[in-house]
């Protein structure tokens, strides 16, 4: 795997004629020796590249300095879009172009990694000089005009920005090349160190070594352990549920721009996303836009857009995106799966009541880069049709029985600020209820929208460390497509008076929309409770967290430096805290504050008590058993747990331990050993060696 290079320097020594060739013996022996220390060194090194490749990202190079690892197989940038909170209305369409070009800039250099991986063979500087050096200076320029930005509209931008032009190449999870032909390539298990790919593998040519996903990535759903909680509702929650049916994208409404986070950029968004609902979402839109299109929901006073990353299988088929950009130009391979339900729901809180949304308000869940950003934003739910009341999983899809089926499900930030309908970073004008269910800091209770997507997906197959039929979701190609890097976008484009329906539903406690008929609510009201985080509170558990610059954890989220308000993530044991953190937005993040764009719905009174973000699951609209159920924790490593029977059970989103902190003691020594072993060999290696030097004196 390392390309190691061992000199070794003789100083002769004048002892003698007969002495200038050792006996044959002490030559074996020496070379012994040598082959032992050798040995145990690869050991220390494989180890290491180990080690590096489960390290979890974060923000890499925050202290400005540049670093390549071994190993190298992805780019791991500062997310300057977290940092910029509060965007002056004069700068806010270049900035948000400026951050825009900061994603194609990694995306470029992240090409240039993947098609170069002979030349990082050759040269152990190559990453740094050819690759990251330039991106770094590209980065810098860029991050110079963001600030003129705001200094033209009369603001300053952030001090913290000045420190984020450094990137890292990252170490990562083994890539691996195309096996038995799959993904239309010649087969070969061939892997190399440098990121598990042939040189002569390109982005873009179709094969999943370029950019994932990998055989670590998956895991049998059989295997994991449950752990789903179920607390009771509280007096006063507003129990009802309403449902809108937009379909499942059947008219084939995609592209690969991002109107929230990168409005007036082509390609913003790098990956390709399914819509429903409004048809005429694309990087140009606005609200008039929204406000005058056509509408794939039954109800057509529902114009509001739902949209997400497209999930793809890699079986050796291609899409009609194969050579474009956002699609397998940028690593995003393989045939699109159409979901075989798409179930939007709006559901209350365990508290209290609920307010109605603004009209245009936009919302973000999940973390489309939390590969290398980290896990505190990340809001990913993978399960399988049968398991979802037991297990839910965040940093690795499942591979579901015979019979079950794929689940991705989504429960969105259901405290809003009472003024904006977007933020400069997408995230701040809503948030996560606290631990009581209650919003913090002014915000008010808003219908939770839950989403359940379910795909008919081959089932994968790990065949010596290589998977095949492997599906996995779009993404910005350096995030490698990973599971955790889910995530969903919405704007309400509802009538006022849908709305009013909508929130007079819920607080009534009936079931209405989705043909229920205005039906009062199942006994078992949708007030899940959230279930335990992440250990030591450095990580999110099921749904994750996030946190302010200073705190971040919170109810079982993961933050840049210990326990915090948490506003990002749907919450674990306890919901989400207060909205005072500053993370980005799906991607570019960017943005500034705007005002309402349009009238708040009339049933706009102050909840009598906040809600609890996790108040609900993502339930079927029909034909579904329809019973709330909590999140859990679904270790993926746990040991293996009956698997549920049952039919198609919706639970509230949750979410695994990330990769940084899943794994027990077993595991660890499962890592370790190699440097061990390797340890002993070298100092066995040395000691023989001098005891030969000894003898020939």
């Given at each position: 795997m390392f390309h190691a290079r061992t000199a070794m320097t003789c100083r002769s020594t004048p002892v003698g004629r007969n002495s200038r060739r050792r006996p044959t013996g002490a030559r074996r022996a020496t070379f012994a020796a040598v082959a032992l220390i050798l040995g145990g060194g690869g050991l220390v090194a494989a180890n290491v590249y180990a080690s590096a490749s489960e390290n979890w990202g974060g923000g890499a190079n925050q202290n400005g300095t540049d670093q390549v690892k071994s190993g190298t197989v992805t780019i791991d940038c500062p997310d300057v879009g977290q940092k910029l909170t509060d965007v002056p209305n004069a700068a806010k369409q270049n900035v948000d172009t400026e951050l825009s070009t900061l994603d194609k800039q990694i995306t470029e250099a992240y090409e240039r990694l993947a098609s170069t991986?002979?030349?990082?063979?050759?040269?152990?500087n190559y990453v740094q000089n050819e690759i990251l050096g330039p991106l770094k200076d590209n980065r810098s320029a860029v991050i110079d005009r963001i600030k003129a930005d705001y200094q033209k509209a009369g603001g300053t931008a952030p001090g913290a920005v000045d420190g984020m032009a450094a990137c890292t190449g990252m170490a990562a999870d083994q890539g691996q090349s195309p096996a038995d032909g799959q993904n239309g390539e010649g087969g070969g298990d061939q892997q190399n160190g440098s990121g598990g790919q042939d040189a002569g593998q390109q982005q873009g040519d179709g094969g999943q070594a370029v950019s994932g996903?990998?055989?670590?990535?998956?895991?049998?759903?059989?295997?994991?352990?449950?752990?789903?909680?179920?607390?009771?509702?509280?007096?006063?929650?507003?129990t009802g549920e309403f449902v809108t049916k937009c379909?499942?994208?059947?008219?084939?409404?995609?592209n690969t721009d991002n109107v929230i986070v990168a409005p007036g950029v082509k390609n913003g968004a790098h990956h390709l996303h399914d819509y429903v609902g409004n048809q005429s979402n694309d990087a140009f839109a606005t609200n008039d836009t929204f406000a005058a299109a056509e509408t794939s929901c039954d109800?057509?006073?529902?114009?509001?857009?739902?949209?997400?990353?497209?999930?793809?299988?890699?079986?050796?088929t291609q899409d009609f995106d194969q050579d474009a950009d956002g699609g397998g130009k940028e690593g995003n391979v393989g045939r699109i799966l159409v979901a075989k339900q798409a179930e939007i729901k709006f559901v209350g809180s365990p508290t209290g009541e609920v307010v109605g949304m603004p009209r245009f308000l936009r919302i973000i869940t999940g973390d489309a880069k939390a590969f290398t950003n980290g896990p505190a934003n990340a809001n990913a739910h993978w399960s399988c049709t049968g398991f979802e009341d037991k297990v839910q999983l965040t940093d690795k899809y499942p591979i579901c029985p015979q019979g079950s089926q794929v689940v991705r499900s989504f429960a969105f930030q259901s405290c809003w600020d009472g003024q904006n309908i977007d933020s400069a970073?997408?995230?701040?004008?809503?948030?996560?209820a606290d631990a009581g269910g209650n919003c913090q800091n002014g915000f008010k209770a808003i219908p939770q929208l839950t989403m359940r997507l379910v795909?008919?997906?081959?089932?994968?197959?790990?065949?010596?460390?290589?998977?095949?039929n492997a599906y996995a979701v779009d993404g910005f190609p350096e995030q490698l497509h990973k599971p955790i890097t889910d995530h969903d976008d919405f704007i309400n484009v509802m009538t006022d008076d849908l709305m009013n329906q909508v929130v007079g539903c819920i607080n009534d406690g009936r079931q209405c929309g989705g043909g229920a008929d205005d039906q009062p609510p199942a006994t078992s009201a949708p007030s899940d409770q959230p279930s335990s985080g992440g250990d030591n509170g450095s990580a999110p558990g099921n749904g994750g967290g996030t946190g302010d610059d200073n705190g971040g954890g919170g109810n079982g989220g993961g933050s840049n430096s210990g326990g915090g308000n948490q506003t990002e993530q749907p919450p674990v044991d306890t919901p989400g805290t207060a909205p005072d953190a500053t993370p980005g937005g799906e991607g570019a993040g960017g943005g500034s504050h705007v005002d309402h764009g349009g009238a708040t719905p009339k049933v706009d009174t102050t909840p009598k008590s906040a809600p609890n973000d996790e108040s609900a699951a993502p339930q079927g609209a029909s034909g579904d058993d329809n019973t709330g159920q909590a999140p859990v924790t679904g270790d993926a490593t746990a040991a293996a747990a009956a698997p549920a029977g049952g039919g198609d059970t919706s639970v509230p989103p949750a979410q695994t331990e990330p990769q940084a902190v899943t794994g027990g003691l077993a595991e660890t020594g499962a890592q370790l050993w190699p440097a061990a072993i390797g340890g002993v060999l070298v100092i066995m290696g040395l000691l023989l060696l001098r005891r030969i030097g000894r003898r020939s004196v």
């Open positions: 991986r002979q030349a990082q063979a050759d040269d152990a996903p990998v055989a670590s990535d998956f895991v049998d759903i059989t295997t994991v352990q449950p752990d789903v909680r179920k607390p009771a509702p509280q007096a006063g929650a507003s379909g499942v994208n059947e008219n084939g409404k995609h109800d057509q006073g529902d114009k509001s857009s739902y949209y997400w990353p497209v999930l793809r299988v890699q079986d050796g970073n997408h995230r701040t004008h809503v948030a996560f795909y008919d997906a081959p089932q994968p197959s790990i065949d010596n460390g290589q998977v095949k």
